[in-house]
């Protein structure tokens, strides 16, 4: 049995999850970026470093990596698993109107970036068919590092994000006419536009089969599996989307990010995205890390130390040359000077496809070793320069925004900003939602019923599937920058999870509960709500105040005297929770049910 077992895999898979476990903490307290930490450990514990040295030190065969390609394939899924996340966060017709930006600004930002890299290499004199290679290869930017470092500080959707996604998305679409271009110059035959053609109709039909199964078949799936109520088949299924469509876009020469970027981007329209996001995030930051991890091992030490200067001077010229180009074209397709600075600053380190693409030019005879290692080292040293470029964007808009002149009138105040979660839409809920919509506050309804989820989106409600009782879900529906909770369930453990979590991810949002009775609702204050509402008391009062006015009594006193008994209500059932000695229950590890009744 431990004879049929490879080692090598495990000892890899040991030194990134330590690495994953180490460097994530110390990077963080040492406020740093967690993706410079990882290439910096790529980088040390790869081949190209430490790695060097375990044939004359048997210890660091455990310490470092020893088959590289094995940790790029489990790396290469979290750019996968991000992009379909960032797909979530999109829609078709929020698509559409980045469509002048992706085709437009995106494509000429490729061919005038890899124009201007190609005549610099030339300068330098390396000959025309690899320059054509590193020229095409360094234009394009790092999905991964930007997509991630944005979505870390919340800036996806401002306008300096889209601008910059938007040229990503034109990015990865060329990577086809790029491989492409690759085989033509290694001499493999065939038309170079005939190819390019025939590629392109190919990627666009699997695009498109993937957009119409989406449609037909996602939905349907996504309900049977939520109906079972088992978080293992609804983990099962989102996988199985994801690598699925992944590898109906790769066996089309489209990237595998792109195809599940468009599941994404169809599941984004479900009542399931939120759910989605809640499950699929802990993988993403794991395989994210582990590519980044495995970027970091594309970078020679050696290379470092023979030629430092250069390298900084490449590094450079790259970034601010490239980063130039696109800012300048941004302007032209007209974005904001602030914003075309901003993206100008995310788009200009190199990204990952140059270590895909200069490989495969490298075993095809095309580009040098020796410069391959060179222009690689280069690019990923760029590559570790986008958080803190991603970080100075933001002050892009301060840098270019106009000056207002002394006397003009101060900006009215802005509304206060923040959602209110409603946690289960049943019968009180749909009136909960129906009232906060009628005074304009924003509102995120979510419910655990999928069959209930469901003829609610047909009857055109908002609702979003998921269990509000347990954390993740919580923090995918934004409950730290909520500005009320109010679960309108009727169960009380459920109730207990729900409260026992908001309080725990988010002190002090105000949580409003349904509660049964008096004594329910004593318990609840003892948990933590804020206000609850015990459906006796409040019978009770309606009651009387229909009475009151039966008999004749004018409606003014009537609302009066009913606000008092509430009041008085409300006072002691507060002071019998104070009064109690019990502490409150600890939320559970698992959630519960929350469809209301």
Do not use: N
């Amino acid at each position: 049995m431990t004879d049929s077992i490879d080692i090598t895999a495990y000892s890899d898979a040991l030194v990134v999850l330590g690495t994953a476990g180490v460097v994530v903490p110390v990077m963080r307290r040492l406020g740093l970026h967690p993706i410079l930490g990882y290439l910096a450990a790529g980088a040390a514990l790869g081949p190209l470093g430490l790695g060097t040295l375990k044939d004359s030190v048997p210890l660091l065969w455990w310490l470092t990596v020893v088959e590289p390609k094995g940790v790029a394939a489990i790396a290469d899924l979290g750019v996968v698993f991000l992009l379909f996340l960032i797909g979530l966060e999109l829609s078709f017709a929020r698509l559409a109107t980045m469509r002048k930006l992706v085709f437009g600004l995106g494509m000429a930002q490729v061919v005038a970036s890899a124009a201007a890299i190609g005549a610099v290499v030339a300068v330098l004199g390396v000959d025309a068919k690899a320059t054509a290679v590193i020229g095409a290869c360094l234009a394009l930017s790092s999905t991964a590092m930007v997509v991630e470092t944005l979505s870390g500080e919340k800036r996806i959707a401002t306008a300096g994000g889209r601008t910059a996604f938007a040229v990503l998305l034109a990015q990865d679409l060329s990577v086809v006419p790029i491989f492409l271009l690759i085989s033509a110059l290694a001499g493999e035959g065939g038309s170079v536009l005939g190819g390019l053609a025939a590629a392109l109709g190919q990627a666009a039909v699997a695009l498109a089969v993937i957009a119409v199964a989406g449609r037909l078949l996602l939905r349907p799936l996504f309900r049977l599996v939520a109906t079972l109520r088992s978080p293992e088949l609804f983990m099962a299924a989102i996988l199985f989307v994801i690598v699925g469509t992944g590898v109906v876009a790769a066996r089309a020469g489209v990237s595998m990010g792109l195809g599940a970027f468009v599941a994404g981007v169809l599941l984004a329209e479900t009542e399931y995205r939120k759910a989605i996001q809640s499950i699929i995030e802990p993988f993403k930051g794991l395989l994210l890390g582990v590519f980044f991890f495995s970027v970091g091992m594309g970078v020679d030490p050696g290379e470092i130390l023979r030629e430092p200067l250069q390298l900084a001077a490449t590094v450079a010229a790259l970034v601010v040359g490239k980063g130039l180009v696109a800012a300048a074209l941004a302007r032209l397709f007209g974005v904001g000077t602030a914003t075309a600075a901003e993206a100008g600053m995310m788009l200009g380190p190199a990204g990952e496809f140059a270590f895909v693409g200069i490989g495969v030019a490298v075993t095809a005879g095309v580009v040098g070793a020796g410069t391959a290692a060179f222009v690689l080292t280069a690019a990923a040293l760029s590559m570790a320069l986008v958080p803190p470029l991603v970080a100075a964007s933001t002050r892009a808009e301060r840098w270019f925004a106009p000056v207002e002149p002394p006397d003009a009138p101060p900006s009215p105040p802005q509304p206060a900003g923040g959602h209110t979660l409603v946690v289960g839409h049943g019968r009180v809920g749909r009136v909960v939602c129906s009232l906060l919509a009628a005074h304009g506050r924003p509102h995120l309804v979510v419910d655990s019923d999928a069959l209930a989820v469901a003829r609610d989106r047909l009857a055109g409600h908002d609702v979003h599937y998921g269990d509000a009782a347990t954390p993740a879900f919580l923090i995918s529906c934004g409950i730290a920058d909520a500005a009320a909770v109010v679960v309108t369930v009727h169960e009380p453990a459920v109730i207990d999870a729900v409260v026992g979590w908001v309080r725990v991810l988010a002190p002090e949002v105000p949580v409003f509960a349904r509660a049964r009775d008096g004594a329910h609702a004593r318990h609840l204050y003892g948990v933590g709500v804020t206000d609850a509402v015990p459906e006796t008391v409040e019978a009770s009062l309606q009651l009387s105040e229909t009475v009151l006015v039966g008999l004749g009594v004018p409606m003014g006193p009537v609302i009066a005297s009913i606000h008092d008994k509430r009041d008085e209500f409300r006072r002691d059932l507060r002071e019998a929770a104070r009064r109690r000695t019990d502490p409150p229950p600890p939320p559970p590890a698992a959630g519960g049910r929350d469809a209301a009744a």
